[in-house]
């Protein structure tokens, strides 16, 4: 069955640094998301993506963070200049139109 | 805006007994409503969601949840618990009335399944 894969599962940075977060969406899906949850706390939505441009983007995603679909596979989500505040484990999500499928997630340690 | 509540962080079972997990949600549209289910160090995976079809819905593994408009309640039931169904478990709503809008998560129960 097919599934959504991240990468790396978990990556640890220094403050200010940059990361690029990658996931594979299931290869006919045609809108992503990103998602995070910090340690504790609910599931944010971040970032929704169609047709290789952000459909919706929450308060959370600010300049910091940008998404990309580089080629026909990979989704990535970067951040520019890492704060402390941004460790939490990062979920990818894909969807052909009526359920969102997850990925296992990145989790990201901002040190 | 849409938002969920799911009563209990932590809920223990005993092997065999029934499963009861509650979510209240708040929307301005007709829901979708999904709940998820997270096993350690793994993504989150869909149990069951409800899209306006029939308001009892049936999922994997033996659950199912009901919709009640009156109660603006999605709970999750099991009838029988079984060891392998220890996990964390979320509700969601979807966005705009719409299965392709942003999800909104409760902040998850931890079932706990006692031999």
């Known amino acids: 069955e097919p599934e959504v894969t991240q990468t790396p599962s978990h990556q640890v940075t220094q403050m200010g640094q940059e990361v690029i977060l990658r996931c594979v969406p299931i290869?006919?899906?045609?809108?992503f998301y990103w998602y995070r949850q910090i340690l504790g706390q609910k599931v944010e939505f971040l970032v929704s993506?169609?047709?290789?441009?952000?459909?919706?983007k929450s308060e959370i995603f600010d300049d910091q963070f940008s998404v990309e679909r580089p080629d026909g596979s990979n989704f990535t989500l970067k951040i520019r200049s890492t704060k402390l505040e941004d460790s939490a484990m990062y979920f990818c999500?894909?969807?052909?139109?009526?359920?969102?499928?997850f990925g296992p997630g990145t989790r990201l340690t901002v040190l | 805006a849409q938002s969920v509540t799911q009563l209990g962080s932590h809920v223990s079972v005993s092997e065999g007994a029934l499963v009861l997990l509650r979510c209240n949600y708040s929307?301005?549209?007709?829901?979708?409503l999904f709940w998820y289910v997270q096993y350690p160090n793994q993504g989150l995976q869909l149990l069951l969601k409800y899209t306006s079809a029939a308001t009892l819905v049936k999922g994997i593994n033996g659950f199912e949840a009901e919709f009640k408009k009156s109660e603006t309640s999605f709970h999750l039931t099991k009838p029988s618990a079984h060891m392998r169904d220890a996990a964390e478990y979320f509700c969601a709503v979807s966005d705009r009335g719409s299965t392709l809008g942003r999800l909104y998560f409760g902040r998850g129960t931890q079932l706990t399944v006692w031999p």
């Open positions: 290869s006919n899906h045609l809108y």
């Open positions: 929307s301005s549209v007709p829901p979708y």
């Open positions: 999500a894909s969807t052909p139109g009526d359920t969102q499928y």
């Open positions: 993506f169609y047709n290789n441009e952000i459909s919706e």
